[in-house]
């Protein structure tokens, strides 16, 4: 079996292993439970008429191995898009062997053939290795900023003000 890491965005027909994915990561930050993504969902919104974002998968020879999901944001103080990382995720498996670096690689390279002014992600604040691996990539953390999310009925009730 070859060593060698491959990435390539995913089809339609990819649904069933993100929504994986989407689930190895979210039992990794301990909140599998909060996963109502459906392989339905996932189709209409990742590849229907208005697909909202893109993902990436990483193999390891033949064997998944890690994906990536982005979209593009706006920066007005830029004039410029962005590209958000939603989730990055690598099995632990195939940790330190270059896949989550393949894959931020391509992201950078994605971002820069479309000018956006920056890419952006949030990780978990106990997450040290992820910490420390995308600060050696030369990612600053933005500290002074808080995430503000409303979901659910605190969305209905904004949307019904």
């Not at 996963?35 to 998968?57: D, W």
């Amino acid at each position: 079996m070859s060593s060698a890491v491959t990435l390539r965005p995913a089809t339609e027909q990819d649904v069933g292993l993100v929504l994986w994915f989407i689930r190895q990561l979210a039992t990794y930050e301990r909140a599998p439970e909060q996963v109502t993504a459906t392989e339905s969902l996932l189709r209409k919104n990742l590849f229907g008429p208005t697909p909202y974002a893109q993902v990436i998968l990483a193999s390891v020879g033949d064997q998944p191995a890690g994906f990536a999901l982005y979209f593009y944001n706006f920066s007005t103080w830029l004039g410029q898009p962005g590209l958000y990382l939603e989730d990055l995720f690598v099995c632990p498996e195939f940790r330190g062997r270059g896949v989550g670096q393949r894959l931020l690689v391509q992201l950078a390279n994605i971002a820069r053939e479309r000018e956006c002014g920056r890419m952006e992600w949030v990780v978990l604040d106990w997450n040290d290795p992820a910490i420390q691996f995308y600060s050696k990539l030369g990612a600053q953390q933005m500290k002074e900023w808080i995430i503000t999310r409303v979901t659910g009925k605190a969305l209905d009730h904004i949307a019904d003000l």
